[in-house]
């Protein structure tokens, strides 16, 4: 029987920041690769979110319905998580599929949850996961939403 008395510690190291902060980082932790990655056809519309993302367009994917409460205290789950990373996150490469799930959702036929790994431009592959939803309708009509960015 393994109880918490079994298990191993995180390896932790400090990190000071350019701006003087010191934060921890968790060095030998990585997200696992999914079991279910996401589907081709969704790919390029979640590329383009997570590319407006990156780019800090924030407002526009509110707008457009795709995150909600942005600038929100407390409700917003996913400029409040971006902005706290002390890394940039960057496009997403090929490869971020590898590590990318998908389930058919409760909300019925054609809506699928789907978690992709996000990346930074010096750790690469990160902890970050963006969280939500894509609506399949087929043909072209493919629409995500976006519930959270954070570190589960």
Not at 12 to 30: C, N, P
Not at 42 to 59: E, F, N, Q, S, T
Not at 102 to 111: E, F, L, S
Request: charged content about 20%; cysteine-free; overall charge negative.
């Amino acid at each position: 029987m393994t109880g918490f008395e079994d298990a191993l510690p995180l390896t932790e190291s400090f990190v000071r920041q350019a701006d003087g902060r010191a934060s921890v980082a968790v060095s030998d932790l990585q997200p696992s690769p999914g079991e279910n990655p996401v589907p081709p056809r969704w790919r390029p519309a979640l590329r383009a979110v997570v590319h407006r993302l990156v780019i800090g367009d924030y407002d526009g994917l509110e707008r457009d319905g795709v995150i909600f409460d942005v600038d929100v205290p407390g409700q917003d789950m996913v400029k409040h998580w971006i902005e706290q990373q002390p890394e940039s996150l960057v496009d997403l490469p090929e490869a971020a599929w590898d590590w990318s799930n998908h389930t058919p959702a409760w909300h019925g036929p054609g809506v699928y949850t789907v978690n992709v790994s996000m990346w930074t431009a010096t750790q690469g592959l990160s902890l970050l996961m963006l969280e939500g939803e894509v609506f399949d309708n087929g043909g072209d009509d493919i629409r995500v939403q976006v519930y959270s960015v954070t570190i589960p």
